[in-house]
């Protein structure tokens, strides 16, 4: 789950430790899933079977990348072969479908959001056996919130326009900087004019919605070259602008060792950052709707939020009116009566509770 940053920014991390309750719960076997995490999400799910009219959202994730950048704090796997994503695949079907056994198959999936990695990583044939595991167990209506994450450097059109023939809507491109230094310093490079031509290819491929996501709090930023960036970001014409914070951990996530922790803006310069681009983006015509999602106006996120409607969940923001939020694959995170489900974030673990017909469930609490 994302946390809220008082300087409009959002923080992205897991949750913390997993929610234990005060009666006493008999200690997992070795080898087995938390047995208060699973018994809880096994009645949240039965709950949530009582109400068959409920629509739903997922939170997927797919955790490929075709590099890992160095300020990845993800359970992410870059550069694996295809045996190993269609695995995952399989996997992915099979958890939608126990999950579909726990709480029926008459209800609407209303947002869906494809992240924990890219899915560029992902074949179309692969994406389009997702589409058909959802739609096999549930009904995705026309109107429904389709989304996923993207990396820019591996997008084409002919990609893009798949996508779209699948149903989805709204783009998400993880784009972080476009300061060449700050680039350099995290181990990606992607010019303005890529993202402009991959921007230029979804529109043609019609989608509906592009999100351009930035960083705040990256090594080398400064508020020069964090304004150039806002600038060209500006310059790119995005439909919405997510803005999340760096976070240095390289005691949980190794990758971030390759960081120069002496280049990181202090907090009072993230602040800084952050007050710049509510700035920038606030004379550009985009509104802050919710921590780290700015929007145009007329956006269907504006609306909903004017009128009550906004919802903050693990698939983002979303004018959806869904009451129930799946987690699917590992990593990923789901919501069910004011309750946070975590799956199992290492993908081999979560592989093997899922062959095995177990909710890959290690992580239930209350908000």
């Known amino acids: ?63 490929f990348c075709h590099v890992r950048c160095l300020c990845c704090a993800r359970v992410v796997l870059a550069a694996q072969p295809g045996a190993v994503i269609a695995d995952h695949v ?12 726990h709480i029926g198959g008459t209800r609407e999936v209303l947002a869906w959001h494809l992240g924990g990695g890219t899915a560029d990583e992902l074949s179309q044939a692969q994406l389009a056996r997702l589409v058909q595991a959802v739609q096999d167990c549930w009904t995705l209506p026309a109107e429904a919130e389709l989304s996923l994450d993207a990396d820019p450097r591996q997008l084409g059109e002919t990609c893009l326009l798949g996508w779209r023939a699948l149903g989805f809507r709204e783009l998400r491109l993880r784009v972080f900087d476009l300061d060449d230094q700050v680039q350099q310093a995290i181990g990606r490079h992607h010019s303005t004019a890529l993202v402009d031509d991959v921007c230029d290819s979804a529109r043609r491929s019609g989608f509906e919605c592009i999100e351009i996501d ?25 439909d919405r602008v997510g803005l999340r914070f760096y976070r240095h951990r390289p005691q949980t996530a190794p990758v971030q060792c390759g960081i120069d922790a002496d ?56 004018a959806a009116a869904v009451g129930a939020v799946l987690a699917v694959g590992p990593g990923a995170i789901g919501e069910l009566d004011g309750c946070v489900l975590g799956n199992e974030p290492d993908p081999a673990r979560w592989r093997a509770a899922v062959r095995a017909g177990r909710l890959p469930v290690v992580e239930f609490r209350s908000h």
């Not at 920014?9 to 995490?37: H, K, N």
């Not at 705040?216 to 995005?238: D, E, I, S, Y």
């Not at 550009?284 to 906004?310: I, K, N």
């Open 214 to 238: 930035l960083v705040a709090g990256l090594p080398r930023q400064t508020a020069a070259r964090w304004a150039h960036t806002l600038g060209a970001v500006v310059g790119l014409a995005p």
């Open 263 to 318: 280049s990181l803006p202090d907090a009072q310069a993230c602040a800084g950052l952050a007050e710049l681009a509510a700035q920038r983006l606030g004379e550009a015509g985009y509104r802050r709707v919710h921590a780290g999602c700015y929007v145009l106006e007329g956006d269907p996120l504006a609306v909903a939020a004017a009128q009550g409607r906004l919802r903050r969940s693990p698939v983002g923001c979303s």
């Open 90 to 101: 399989d996997g992915l079907v099979d958890e939608i479908a126990q999950l579909a056994r």
């Open 1 to 63: 789950m994302d946390t809220f940053l008082a300087c409009g920014c959002r923080e992205q991390g897991r949750p913390s430790a997993p929610f234990v309750s005060g009666d006493a719960s008999p200690p997992a076997a070795a080898g087995t899933l938390p047995w208060s995490a699973d018994r809880r999400a096994l009645a949240a799910l039965a709950a949530l079977a009582a109400r068959p009219a409920e629509a739903l959202a997922l939170s997927m994730h797919a955790p």
